[in-house]
């Protein structure tokens, strides 16, 4: 059964997701924008250019033409790094030095301990809650791949669930958002978003990733439309416009759901070496999508 975006929450979902979009950053560089008026901001994965976990991230991406950076929660023993007060204030300071945002955090090590199955998950994710919510960061990318991968898993899913639904009390609390990303078609993710039941658990969209399993991309953005918090620009066959993603059609869709904010760049192809290619990636959806000030 095709399920209605808005879900049973549809009210306390729409204000808490359009409170997330208005609240992206401003860059000093300014966004590119499409013809159409949508704001796109720029941002790289802090893992792509390889500083992860590391407030140099922030320099590195402006000088490759980027807006902002998708900061890694990284573990120290037990607890997030970034809970150490002088770490939070490294990233903060870079920011105002650099002009260039955190434009999310992810936590990837949720691809070896599971949210469905290891405590320690869910324990870094609320920890990560209080560090958003202090750095005034809107969005956490919660990953299932790996170990975490739900798909064939419907004790896992039961289990994620569970997980999701006690965190999200937490999360609406801080106005923070878990974006989900995995390899499941749009039907299970609205299915899931359903069964937790808040606004404050929605979807993280990675183009390549998606086509890849083999889902229509195109068609997944649309049928999203008002759960998709931030995407993944990827192509995992070669550099952006030269490989297997058709970035011109996937602005297209991102337009028509009306979408406004990150689109955060996770290259995995680098024949140019890695500083070559992720400005060239990033000149292309500056070109696609119009002009950026970097």
Not at 62 to 68: A, E, F, W, Y
Not at 170 to 197: C, F, H, P, Q, T
Not at 264 to 284: Q, W
Request: include cysteine.
């Amino acid at each position: 059964m095709l399920r209605s975006p808005a879900l049973s929450s549809g009210l306390a979902m729409s204000i808490l997701v359009a409170a997330v979009l208005l609240a992206r950053p401003s860059p000093a560089s300014g966004a590119v924008r499409s013809s159409e008026g949508h704001r796109v901001l720029l941002g790289v994965c802090d893992w792509t250019i390889g500083k992860t976990g590391d407030p140099a991230a922030l320099g590195l991406a402006g000088s490759l033409g980027c807006d902002g950076v998708q900061v890694s929660l990284v573990p120290k023993g037990d607890s997030l790094a970034l809970l150490d007060p002088a770490l939070r204030r490294a990233y903060l300071e870079a920011c105002e030095r650099t002009g260039v945002a955190i434009a999310s955090f992810a936590v990837g090590d949720l691809n070896e301990v599971p949210l469905k199955s290891d405590p320690r998950a869910e324990r870094w994710l609320a920890e990560g809650i209080d560090i958003a919510a202090a750095m005034r960061v809107k969005v956490i990318l919660v990953p299932f791949f790996g170990k975490g991968d739900l798909k064939g898993d419907a004790a896992g899913v039961d289990a994620a669930v569970a997980a999701l639904k006690r965190l999200a009390l937490k999360a609406e609390a801080k106005g923070v958002v878990l974006a989900l990303e995995n390899w499941l078609s749009a039907g299970d993710n609205i299915a899931i978003l359903e069964r937790v039941g808040s606004p404050a658990v929605r979807l993280y969209y990675d183009v390549a990733n998606s086509q890849d399993a083999g889902h229509p991309i195109l068609d997944e953005i649309r049928r999203l439309k008002g759960l998709i918090v931030e995407f993944h620009a990827k192509d995992t066959k070669d550099l952006y416009g030269k490989g297997s993603i058709d970035f011109p059609s996937v602005r297209a869709a991102i337009e028509d759901i009306g979408y406004n904010g990150w689109l955060v760049m996770e290259g995995t192809k680098m024949p140019l070496g890695l500083e070559a290619s992720v400005r060239y990636d990033a000149d292309y959806l500056k070109a696609l999508f119009g002009t950026g000030a970097r």
